[in-house]
């Protein structure tokens, strides 16, 4: 069953550590910062509407899957919802991101869903939920990190 985390919530105030190492474990293997982690944590805990958490729980309490996305107006009355983080422990688990992604549509005045992924993963939310590659961000990494420019700013 899907569950949105309010902090409000005595629950979820009682995993709160768990739901946090959760989340921070994930941006760090998609090379995000703490500081990321904290701040959409901050966000939560002072229910701002822009940041949202789904999670899936199994019958210990134990979080199974997470979907942290947020809500950005592009336009007057006009919303992309951006999936920051989708994990599913679960291999065989073909509900959750799809309950997410009804959950996002049926926000009002949701136009589109963006979300980044790896190159392995694109693939399947291609085929299995519908996405369409909009825009490509590429990366180049700097081999020769310790020169130093003299940069005036």
Same mark, same amino acid.
């Given at each position: 069953?899907?569950?949105?985390? *309010?902090?409000?919530?005595?629950?979820?105030?009682?995993?709160?550590?768990?739901?946090?190492?959760?989340?921070?474990? /994930? +941006?760090?293997?998609? %090379?995000?910062?703490?500081?990321?982690?904290?701040?959409? /944590? =901050?966000?939560?805990? +002072? &229910? *701002?509407?822009?940041? &949202?958490?789904?999670?899936?729980?199994?019958?210990? %309490?134990?979080? $199974?899957?997470?979907?942290? /996305?947020?809500?950005?107006?592009?336009?007057?009355? =006009?919303? =992309?919802?951006?999936?920051?983080?989708?994990?599913?422990?679960?291999?065989?688990? @073909? $509900? /959750?991101? !799809?309950?997410?992604?009804?959950?996002?549509?049926?926000?009002?005045?949701?136009?589109?869903?963006?979300?980044?992924?790896? @190159? !392995?993963?694109? #693939? +399947?939310?291609?085929?299995?939920?519908?996405? $369409?590659? *909009?825009?490509?961000?590429? #990366?180049?990494?700097? !081999? &020769?990190?310790?020169?130093?420019? *003299?940069?005036?700013?």
């Amino acid at each position: 069953m899907l569950y949105k985390v *309010d902090f409000s919530q005595e629950l979820w105030r009682l995993i709160y550590a768990q739901l946090y190492q959760r989340l921070l474990n /994930f +941006a760090l293997e998609c %090379g995000d910062t703490e500081n990321l982690v904290k701040s959409r /944590f =901050v966000s939560l805990v +002072a &229910n *701002d509407p822009s940041v &949202n958490l789904l999670v899936e729980v199994d019958e210990n %309490g134990n979080v $199974t899957s997470h979907c942290l /996305f947020l809500l950005q107006q592009i336009q007057p009355e =006009v919303y =992309v919802v951006f999936c920051e983080q989708i994990l599913v422990d679960l291999k065989h688990n @073909e $509900t /959750f991101v !799809k309950d997410c992604l009804s959950y996002v549509e049926n926000i009002p005045q949701v136009a589109r869903i963006s979300m980044f992924t790896d @190159e !392995k993963k694109y #693939k +399947a939310f291609k085929k299995k939920y519908e996405f $369409t590659i *909009d825009k490509v961000l590429m #990366k180049r990494v700097i !081999k &020769n990190k310790d020169s130093t420019l *003299d940069i005036e700013e």
